[in-house]
């Protein structure tokens, strides 16, 4: 079976994050990856967690207690384009994750936006590891989701080949949008 994006992302970051690594979710939402990159960067590790809604912070960490791993994550109720002020400058980054749209269960009206979200890659990308990799799942069968996918697909093609791979991924003959997903690899 082909993996869908969702899931070809985990098994990305189950390559590329070994303990001891820092990493970034930057939209926690309800902590899916949040837990999955805690168990990957160990004890000695540290992941970085963002979301603007304290309802999404307050459901991850419960589930980073029930499964030990609040230890090595710290979670900002903070948008991530502002992630710059929380992570200090001399952490280098093994990967960071960013699933779009809105909160499942949660509002609808709050969604992720192309400005924001390319502002918080921007910040991301100078301070990636070699090797070291940025994935965005994109969702855009909401309201406003064709605009922030348009947004990011318009600024990763524009990303220089010298630098980075950036590869599309998702399957092409889906009703409704699927989610696909981009990976960004620094070179
Ligand atoms: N669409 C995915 C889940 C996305 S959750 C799925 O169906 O599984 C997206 C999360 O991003 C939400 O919890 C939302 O609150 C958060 N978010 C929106 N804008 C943000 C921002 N600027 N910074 C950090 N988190 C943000």
Redesign the pocket.
Same mark, same amino acid.
């Given at each position: 079976m082909i993996e869908n994006a969702?899931s070809y992302s985990h098994s990305l970051l189950k390559r590329t994050v070994i303990n001891g690594d820092n990493v970034i979710d930057?939209?926690?939402?309800?902590g899916?990856d949040t837990v999955l990159l805690a168990k990957l960067v160990g004890k000695t590790g540290h992941v970085f967690g963002?979301?603007?809604?304290s309802q999404?912070i307050k459901t991850t960490k419960e589930k980073l207690v029930l499964t030990s791993l609040l230890e090595q994550v710290t979670l900002y109720n903070?948008?991530?384009?502002n992630l710059d002020l929380f992570i200090p400058k001399t952490i280098e980054i093994a990967a960071a994750v960013f699933?779009?749209?809105?909160? %499942?269960k949660?509002d609808k009206q709050?969604?992720?936006?192309g400005e924001?979200?390319i502002q918080?890659v921007e910040t991301i990308l100078p301070r990636l590891r070699k090797g070291g990799l940025l994935l965005l799942?994109v969702?855009s069968g909401h309201p406003g989701g064709e605009i922030e996918k348009d947004a990011i697909l318009n600024f990763s093609k524009r990303l220089s080949q010298d630098l980075y791979s950036v590869l599309y991924y998702g399957f092409i003959n889906q009703k409704n949008s699927p %989610?696909f997903l981009i990976v960004i690899e620094k070179k």
């Open positions: 969702l930057a939209t926690v939402g309800n899916g963002f979301d603007i809604q999404a903070e948008g991530h384009e699933n779009l749209g809105y909160l %499942p949660g709050i969604i992720t936006k924001t979200t918080a799942t969702y %989610p």
